[in-house]
């Protein structure tokens, strides 16, 4: 930006037909000092950015309108509590563009809901809170009472002498941790630095597995967990069959070998008989003295028969 621009977003540009006897800019070109936010200070509107004190319930949608959400809101004056004045704000949801209107109520000190919402209840113990219990209308108002508070004046410094102690404690800590700047913001920046490294050791070594993601640093807990893990192999598989097998045959039987290993072998023996008698039907090899024997008897026996039919 020129500095003539600048001069001019900022207001500072006084143009030639200016004249002092003029007055100001902004008498000069006509417009309010808040310019936009000014367009409705006729009928006593100023538009502001109104912040909302609680949480509250949209009361167009239902929806939960957070504490500290903030919007351009229409302020204006509609009573006074005694001198001070009671200031009411208009405003619209951002969910359902639904007015949403808020006034101060001086008298108890807190923001109420006109119209458009509802406030969230949020009901806390005081001691869960870690928070002091601000003593109620009517106590506040007795405290004015000279003779109350003779009364209750023990009770106080009972109160008093329990809680001074913690009290100075948490001073004493809070002044010894924040009594060096010097020395927590090294102590930071090293810290900082340090955890750094340690993002980028941890990027490294995932993409040096081929890891589109930062991996956690391994901690005792992983590493026992990883050392009970057992993968389950061919070999143990194999072995397990065999033992439910062993396991399943009976005791009592000739042959502890199951039915498809006996099937197998019975197989392998017709394979051998088959292959032996074809070798002796082509000759490949001399029968043996027993098969020479046995050969001739039975010759002898079939021509016993046949004579004995004749």
């Not at 600048?6 to 030639?16: I, K, L, T, V, W």
């Not at 919402?117 to 003593?135: G, H, I, M, S, Y």
């Not at 948490?170 to 340690?198: E, H, M, P, V, W």
């Not at 439910?244 to 039915?259: Q, R």
Request: a positive charge; glycine letters at 4%.
């Amino acid at each position: 930006m020129s500095s003539l621009a600048a001069a001019r977003a900022d207001n500072f540009y006084y143009p030639p037909e200016w004249t002092p006897n003029q007055g100001s800019l902004n008498k000069f070109h006509g417009q309010h000092a808040l310019r936009e936010r000014a367009r409705k200070l006729d009928q006593g509107i100023l538009i502001i950015r109104f912040e909302m004190p609680f949480n509250i319930w949209c009361g167009g949608c239902n929806s939960m309108i957070a504490k500290g959400v903030r919007f351009n809101a229409e302020k204006k004056q509609v009573g006074n509590y005694y001198s001070t004045k009671i200031w009411s704000f208009t405003m619209k949801s951002p969910c359902c563009k639904h007015q949403i209107v808020i006034q101060t109520d001086p008298k108890n000190c807190e923001y109420v809901i006109i119209s458009g919402a509802q406030r969230k209840t949020e009901e806390f113990d005081v001691e869960d809170a870690e928070t002091l219990e601000l003593p109620a209308d009517e106590e506040r108002g007795k405290l004015s009472d000279p003779f109350y508070r003779l009364e209750h004046q023990e009770a106080d410094l009972q109160k008093k002498k329990e809680a001074e102690p913690r009290l100075v404690q948490i001073q004493r800590i809070s002044d010894g941790r924040f009594s060096d700047d010097y020395a927590l913001n090294k102590a930071l920046r090293a810290k900082l630095r340090s955890q750094k490294k340690r993002v980028t050791e941890e990027e490294a070594a995932s993409r040096k597995l081929g890891l589109g993601l930062r991996l956690l640093p391994s901690t005792k807990e992983d590493a026992c967990a990883a050392a009970h893990v057992k993968f389950s192999s061919k070999f143990e598989k194999n072995r397990k069959d065999k033992r439910a097998l062993i396991n399943a045959a009976s005791i009592f039987s000739g042959s502890s070998i199951s039915s498809s290993k006996q099937l197998e072998l019975e197989a392998k023996r017709r394979k051998i008989n088959a292959g032996a008698a074809s070798n002796i039907l082509t000759g490949a090899f001399k029968p043996s003295s027993w098969s020479q024997s046995s050969v001739p008897s039975s010759r002898h026996k079939c021509s016993s028969v046949s004579a004995r039919q004749f």
